[in-house]
């Protein structure tokens, strides 16, 4: 690993960090899926695992997206692209590109020229397509990719040790209104429940930030990420700045990445290459006449050729000649032929000139120029070729970046994101600011002089920020109407791309109840400010019709005497969630604009206060009643009375209905869940007897092995022996003759027979095999004991720590151990092998645990031990001793001190050992009052932790 990586992947550890969890642990676990045309990356946050890919069966790190049905059995990966060099028609890979698509879709249509052998159906009830397997079974898109999802939560699972249910889902960021609730819709038929979408650009640009957020400041920097994967590319400029947010009620600043600029080419990428050189394989074998049957016409002979145009491109990437060679390619011909990287660029010369297409959508919709971006990042496998880097140096200014992981940059991105959505984790904040791609707008129908015109109001401009919610206000409709929602303004994309996003018509909207609810509020003395419709894009880029009201107000006297309590306290109550600056705002723009439509008002935010204000305001069936005083610039002392504005707000019965290809629904949604469910028991049924037959022949296969080997056929008698070989032979052929069709319950069956009659042996030999082990532990538990003993003997000549009944009591274990040990050695002696063992190892333990319990408590004893502490008393009457005696005796050295002075210090130490004592420290005595060591206090000491390094030996 370079250095640069293994620094960023250090920081990565340190960026999460567990946050405290309440309740069960469960569940605490989040992942990421990178789900790409051709590959799919899975990553986990968990509790001391943070930021890690989740390996497949076979230990790699991303997993084919390719799933295949095969004799009423699936099969997901590689071993799904095995299937399909057999069965092409029955092996179903890229299907990401056909989300919410219907049959005449070009998606549709090119996908149909690329793979020839699928049987593409039309789904009436969705407007969308199928594959046909056979007579009885269709899978649409969606429910093969639930499938492959379903199989990328098993690797998490697998890896962070267990159920995850929460993901963040990457997705390509030009994919539309329907093709992101399919996707949604293929996550919850998979059992995931979708914490966020996340654009794969954004997850590349988060990865990328958040292991250079020191290099972040309150200065906008930009980058361009240059992605060119399996079927798309896609160029994106984003900024980096540290900007101060205010959501939690403080401001704080936090790193922010904001895209600014867009641009794709949805089929420019490495599948094109492959096709190409496929095709040219494919000529070059006709070209040798070994057959009179092309090629071509073969789908098996065809899938063989592109898996090896696939092997050969990626060689060509860093070589300059390669050969491409297969085996028994149709009618047992063999076919070799060498390609160049001349040949292949030849071959593919006008896809790479469409290379450079993407940078400049990216630059014209961000509005910015190549002056002011510092660097531009390569992602994606499609970048290592070298002619796109060739062309991609050519057209830019700046030198090309590869300081990324192009394979895993999106899902660790993705996975950051998953962390900080979670409620189990806490990650540094790091923002991010998605843009819309393609212009939505509203459309209606107004009659002016008895003329009607059709008026267009842009809801999501190009590039416009989300998440975010929006407002639309009609104000002249008395009546029920409807309204549309529409794309708009996607001139500034090629033809093809318009056509792949499909009906750019996305829903029309009835509205009902509008004349009642009008009539009631004219009733109630209030005038009509217009019916609003409340919108929000969410984080993952779809659209949502909140609610649609009557808005509407009225005067009412001031707040006086009469006015009760709760009703002034739930205007302030109101006030406070819902801000005057916005109802000012949008009070000024509804009365200077007398419009059939008002201007949309933008909510780029969602504060804590603020949602849950609109909550409050969006619930149906209830009218919300806010009030708003006029104040005076100058505030007076005196109370004045003064008139209020209230404002009603009635709900408005609004029906969507959207157009276009649909997602699942109803009976086709249920008999689609039964589906995937038949097929997940039956992949578990499969799986569970799978097991049991390879537990089964497994355990005959080593039974006969350990029989034949000495240890095991000594502890064996000869009726055991011949029992148990005979039980195998016969299973084993029932096995190879009618035992494959058994199920997992009579495996289970035949195996526990099988270790019923082994049980006996091979719990001998594990006897014979520990008891050396076990018995040498008794000897040094016995050796350290006895040396303790000693050591205690001696001690209790000098001190009071042992009591005599201590050392009785410990010597009595001792010997009865001591005696339980010959016991056990000579029923060992005279015991046959093959016997019942009497002395077990299990029993062993236990009674050295005896042993080892009495050691230790006299051990702690010891430690805890502390000489007595002297009276105050007694150092009072010997300094008086002393005095004496130095009086009788010859001049002192030094004036005595005196009787109060002693008797201080003898409380203070009096005090010290009490203090010891309450903080249950043993004193350590110094000076004259330390006993001497000596060599067998040393040993004693030596004992006891050979004692307790014999028992955790043991």
Not at 17 to 27: D, K, L, P
Not at 614 to 620: I, T, V
Request: charged letters at 30%; hydrophobic letters at 35%; glycine letters at 4%.
């Amino acid at each position: 690993m370079k250095l640069n990586e293994l620094k960023m992947s250090v920081t990565g550890l340190l960026l999460i960090t567990i946050a405290t969890f309440i309740g069960s642990s469960n569940g605490v676990a989040v992942m990421s899926i990178d789900i790409g045309s051709e590959s799919m990356k899975v990553a986990i946050v968990s509790p001391g695992v943070p930021m890690e890919i989740a390996l497949n069966e076979e230990s790699k790190r991303k997993t084919p997206v390719t799933i295949s049905f095969r004799n009423g059995e699936r099969s997901f990966g590689e071993e799904a692209q095995v299937v399909g060099l057999r069965s092409p028609q029955n092996s179903f890979s890229y299907m990401l590109d056909l989300l919410g698509k219907s049959i005449d879709n070009p998606m549709v249509q090119l996908h149909a020229k690329r793979f020839p052998y699928y049987d593409i159906v039309p789904s009436e009830e969705q407007n969308t397509i199928a594959f046909r397997l056979n007579e009885n079974t269709t899978y649409t898109p969606e429910e093969l990719l639930a499938q492959i999802l379903r199989k990328g939560r098993e690797f998490a699972e697998n890896s962070a040790g267990q159920k995850i249910s929460e993901a963040v889902i990457t997705v390509p960021g030009f994919f539309n209104q329907v093709e992101r609730r399919a996707l949604m819709q293929a996550a919850d038929l998979a059992g995931i429940k979708v914490l966020q979408l996340i654009n794969d650009y954004t997850a590349v640009a988060l990865n990328y930030g958040i292991f250079r957020s020191k290099e972040i400041n309150d200065t906008a920097h930009y980058v361009m990420f240059y992605d060119m994967g399996a079927s798309s590319t896609t160029a994106t400029v984003v900024s980096y700045q540290n900007m101060k947010t205010k959501e939690r009620g403080f401001v704080e600043t936090n790193p922010h990445v904001t895209v600014l600029g867009v641009g794709y080419d949805r089929t420019l990428g490495g599948l094109d290459v492959q096709l190409r050189l496929q095709h040219h394989l494919a000529k070059e074998f006709d070209a040798l006449n070994k057959t009179s049957n092309s090629v071509l016409k073969n789908p098996r002979a065809m899938a063989k050729l592109f898996k090896e145009a696939g092997r050969v491109k990626n060689v060509l990437s860093a070589n300059t000649d390669h050969f491409a060679q297969i085996e028994g390619l149709i009618e047992e011909h063999d076919f070799r032929v060498q390609v160049t990287r001349d040949k292949l660029e030849q071959l593919c010369s006008d896809l790479f000139e469409r290379a450079v297409d993407p940078i400049k959508v990216a630059l014209k919709t961000s509005g910015l120029s190549m002056d002011i971006i510092s660097q531009v990042v390569l992602v994606g496998a499609g970048t290592r070729m070298p002619k796109v880097q060739e062309y991609l140096s050519q057209y830019l200014t700046v030198e090309l970046s590869k300081n990324i992981n192009t394979d895993e940059a999106a899902v660790l991105g993705a996975v950051y994101k998953a962390a900080d959505l979670s409620k189990g984790f806490k990650v540094k904040k790091f923002v991010t600011k998605d843009a819309v791609l393609f212009p939505i707008q509203i459309n209606f129908d107004r009659t002016v002089d008895n003329r009607v015109k059709q008026v267009k109001k842009s809801l999501f401009s190009k590039m416009n920020p989300y998440p975010q919610k929006k407002i639309i206000t009609f104000n002249k409709y008395t009546e029920n109407f409807q309204f549309h929602i529409n794309y708009a303004e996607l001139d500034y994309l090629p033809a093809n791309e318009i056509a792949a996003i499909g009906n750019l018509n996305l829903s029309t909207i009835t509205l009902t109840g509008v004349a009642e609810a009008l009539e009631k509020h004219v009733k109630e003395g209030a005038e009509s400010k217009g019916i609003k419709a409340h919108f929000a894009m969410d984080d993952s880029g779809v659209l949502n019709l909140l609610n649609v009201e009557l808005v509407s107000e009225k005067s009412s006297p001031a707040a006086d005497e009469e006015e009760g309590t709760f009703s002034i306290l739930g205007s302030t109550i109101s006030k406070l969630f819902a801000g005057s600056e916005d109802k000012d705002k949008e009070g000024k723009v509804e009365e200077q604009l007398k419009e059939d439509i008002k201007p949309v008002h933008e909510e780029l935010e969602y504060p804590e206060s603020q949602k849950e204000s609109e909550d409050k305001a969006n619930k149906k069936n209830e009218t919300t009643v806010t009030e708003d005083k006029t104040a005076n610039k100058t505030e007076k002392a005196e109370k004045e009375k003064k008139s209020t504005i209230v404002t009603v707000k009635e709900p408005i019965k609004a029906d969507e209905a959207k157009l276009g290809p649909q997602i699942l629904s109803g009976d086709k949604l249920l008999e689609s869940r039964a589906k995937l469910h038949r097929l997940d028991v039956y992949d578990f049924e499969k799986t569970k007897r799978e097991t049991a037959l390879n537990n089964l022949e497994t355990f005959i296969i080593d039974a006969q092995q350990k029989l034949e080997s000495e240890e095991y056929a000594v502890a064996a008698t000869s009726q055991e022996a011949e029992s148990i070989l005979k039980a195998c032979s016969e299973i084993s052929e029932w096995l190879y003759e009618d035992g494959f069709t058994a199920s997992a319950e009579v495996y289970e069956e035949k195996l526990a027979e099988l270790q019923k009659l082994t049980n006996d042996v091979y719990e001998r030999v594990y006897e014979h095999r520990e008891r050396v082990e076990v018995m040498k532990g008794m000897t040094s538990m016995l050796n350290a004991s006895r040396t303790f003993l000693n050591n205690m003997r001696n001690l209790s000549l000098t001190s009071e720590i042992f009591t005599l009944v201590e050392i009785d009591t410990l010597d009595k274990v001792i010997n009865e151990t001591q005696e339980y040990y010959d016991v056990v050695i000579k029923s060992f002696a005279e015991t046959a092998l093959h016997e019942p063992v009497k002395y077990k190892v299990r029993d062993i333990a236990n009674k050295m645990a005896l042993l080892d319990r009495e050691v230790k408590y006299l051990i702690n004893k010891a430690k805890i031990w502390r000489p007595k502490q002297e009276t105050a008393t007694n150092h009072t009457e010997n300094a008086n001793d002393n005095a004496t005696d130095t009086k009788e005796g010859s001049e002192p050295e030094s004036v005595p001190k005196s009787g109060s002075d002693s008797e201080k210090e003898a409380a203070q130490d009096e005090s010290a050992a009490s203090a010891d004592a309450e903080n249950e420290k043993p004193v350590e005595p110094t000076g004259s009052e330390e006993p001497t060591v000596t060599s067998k206090d040393k040993e004693a000491r030596s004992s006891d932790d050979g004692v307790q390094e014999a028992h955790q030996e043991l």
